[in-house]
């Protein structure tokens, strides 16, 4: 869930050229990959795998400081002021689920 703190929530904020909208709420646009980090209930200790055509492997990092960056090779997106998804992906999901048929 997005949090109250998110810019999305900014209260009379409109562009001048749409004065209807100063009271409309606005979400922001939220990629499958965060939405599968959020359905899959990561946090702390818990990620989850995507396989399809690419793979991805995400996580949720809250309580962010203003100066954190995420681990070299590894890609961040953020959720709300305090958390963001972090996580790593490979062009070959196909592959990946070969070898764990190959090895299990």
Known sequence: ?????HPSYAA???????PALSRA???PALGDGACAAFAARCGPGRASVTVGTSA???GIV???SDDWSPPPGLF???VDGRRVVVGGALTDGASALG???RLF
Do not use: M, T
């Not at 869930?1 to 703190?5: A, I, L």
């Not at 009379?12 to 749409?18: E, K, V």
């Open 56 to 58: 991805a492997v995400r």
């Open 25 to 27: 709420r606005f979400l």
């Open 12 to 18: 009379g904020s409109a562009h001048p050229r749409y």
């Open 1 to 5: 869930e997005v949090g109250d703190d």
């Open 99 to 101: 070898w764990c048929r």
């Open 62 to 64: 809250e309580n962010i």
């Open 76 to 78: 961040a997106y953020a």
